[in-house]
Nanobody
Framework: QVQLVESGGGLVQPGGSLKLSCAVSGFAFNSYNIVWFRQAPGKEREGVSCIGSSGSVTNYESSVMARFTISRDNANQKVYLQMNTLRPEDTGVYYC???????????????????WGEGTLVTVSS
């Protein structure tokens, strides 16, 4: 069965770093874009970063640009999100999701996603 399992969330102080992992199985991973989303309490889900099927194309939401780095290891079917210089507003449940590769590129659109993980909580607080 299709599975996307996030890990690596936790409590971190502002300015700190955290690395999230997404382990994928049950579908043709190398033909899918992987996108990280997050959702803060009381707010709508937003796209954070996307990585193309080969790893050569990446995309970032403006507020995380230069602070977060997305990467993937196709041999091990894992995607990572390295988060640096974390801010309280980065707090939320982080989800990884999969979309079929497309000529439209690597988009941060929830409606493109075929599969979702259950999320991992990131809390940035003093």
């Amino acid at each position: 069965q299709v599975q996307l399992v996030e890990s690596g969330g936790g409590l971190v102080q502002p300015g700190g770093s955290l690395k999230l992992s997404c382990a994928v199985s049950g579908f043709a991973f190398n033909s899918y874009n992987i996108v990280w989303f997050r959702q803060a309490p009381g707010k709508e889900r937003e796209g954070v970063s996307c990585i193309g099927s080969s790893g050569s194309v990446t995309n970032y939401e403006s507020s995380v640009m230069a602070r977060f780095t997305i990467s993937r290891d196709n041999a091990n079917q894992k995607v990572y999100l390295q988060m640096n210089t974390l801010r309280p507003e980065d707090t939320g449940v982080y989800y990884c999701a999969a979309a079929r590769e497309s000529i439209r590129g690597c988009r941060l659109w929830s409606r493109d996603m075929l599969y979702w993980g259950e999320g991992t909580l990131v809390t940035v607080s003093s």
